[in-house]
């Protein structure tokens, strides 16, 4: 068996959003409040994956960073860092793009999403995008992945890479990962359009709350969100078919840690003139601190260089004997 450990990562392009912190950030909280080792990492060679300038790459890692912190990461507890600095990672991914198959990699619809229609002009490191994921979490010997809907596809080629690396070598070395994808909000939708997932690069900012609003923002965001003409219904099942509303009780079922059902419970036969300024409360009573804290971290970027550089060093010491291994398997 494996012993426990968690690794997720974020992508350092700026707009962290509500559905990174529901999906991702504040689950992580909740991890390494249960005693579990974490190892969470800034993902900038995922991000340069598309043209990134660099001084906004730069101040975009260090406002991520204060992000893990503000929404309840310790970085005593938890290893925070940023992926370029431990190089085991690009190391491993090479192995893994030796490992994985062109027709695996074909197949995922992230990268069809995000080269769209000319795919011929987009970057080969779009393309291994999921091979060095792979890497990301092998080269810890992760067992969970807490993360987003969004991402299940990306963790199934992980446990396929695994399989198939320890079937070639005749080896038990990398374990099966869990996806953990949980709560009432795996997939957060834009507030413009309830069929599409909010999202850091949506062109129109009132699609998503963006972690560094303000309350004022905050609520005129909700306020302001598509929905449609009916009051709430008396059960969960009433639903169906109405995308945005499902959203907003999704939302505040994970914010204030009840289940959709329950949320629904309280607040049946509301219209949304009544349920969005509690939903506005709700929301600026969690975020807005999260928003004050970051900017405050943000004020000391010499301290957030020292946390990751600290975080770097203790990743390093787990992944270096665990690629050491992969090369000795690998006869190399
Ligand atoms: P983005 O998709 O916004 O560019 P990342 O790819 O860096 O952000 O994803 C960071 C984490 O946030 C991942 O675990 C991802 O699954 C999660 N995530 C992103 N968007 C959403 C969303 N709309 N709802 C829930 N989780 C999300
Ligand atoms: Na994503």
Redesign the pocket.
């Known amino acids: 068996g494996f012993t426990p450990r968690v690794f997720?990562g974020?992508?350092p392009?700026g707009n962290l959003?509500l559905?990174?912190y529901?999906?991702?950030l504040k689950r992580f909280a909740d991890a390494q409040n249960k005693g579990i080792e974490s190892i969470y990492c800034m993902?900038d060679l995922h991000a340069i994956t598309v043209w990134q300038d660099p001084a906004d790459l730069a101040r975009a890692t260090r406002e991520l960073c204060a992000g893990f912190i503000a929404a309840g990461v310790d970085p005593e507890k938890s290893i925070l860092f940023n992926q370029s600095q431990v190089p085991e990672h690009t190391q491993m991914a090479w192995i893994f793009n030796c490992v994985a198959r062109m027709g695996w990699m074909q197949r995922m619809t992230q990268f069809k999403d995000k080269a769209g229609k000319n795919a011929q002009n987009a970057s080969l490191g779009l393309f291994a995008y999921p091979a060095l994921m792979a890497a990301d979490i092998l080269v810890y010997h992760a067992t969970h992945v807490p993360?987003?809907?969004?991402?299940k596809q990306h963790l199934e080629l992980t446990r396929d890479i695994a399989i198939k690396f320890n079937h070639d070598y005749g080896v038990d070395f990398f374990p099966i990962t869990e996806p953990v994808i949980e709560g009432a909000?795996?997939?957060?939708?834009s507030f413009r359009d309830g069929t599409k997932?909010?999202?850091?690069?949506d062109p129109s900012d009132m699609s998503r709350i963006n972690l560094t609003d303000d309350a004022d923002a905050i609520a005129k965001k909700i306020r302001k969100a598509k929905t449609d003409p009916e009051p709430l219904p008396d059960s969960i099942e009433g639903l169906e078919d109405r995308p945005e509303a499902r959203n907003l009780v999704n939302i505040y079922a994970a914010l204030a840690d009840l289940t959709p059902e329950q949320v629904i419970a309280e607040h049946a036969g509301q219209q949304f003139g009544t349920f969005k300024p509690s939903l506005a409360d709700l929301a600026v009573a969690k975020l807005a601190p999260i928003s004050t804290e970051m900017s405050r971290l943000m004020q000391d970027q010499g301290e957030i260089d020292n946390i990751l550089r600290r975080g770097s060093d203790r990743a390093r010491n787990i992944a270096t004997p665990i690629l050491q291994k992969t090369y000795d398997i690998a006869g190399m």
């Open positions: 997720s974020i992508q392009t959003h559905g990174n529901l999906g991702a993902v993360v987003g809907e969004d991402q909000a795996t997939r957060v939708m997932k909010m999202s850091k690069s």
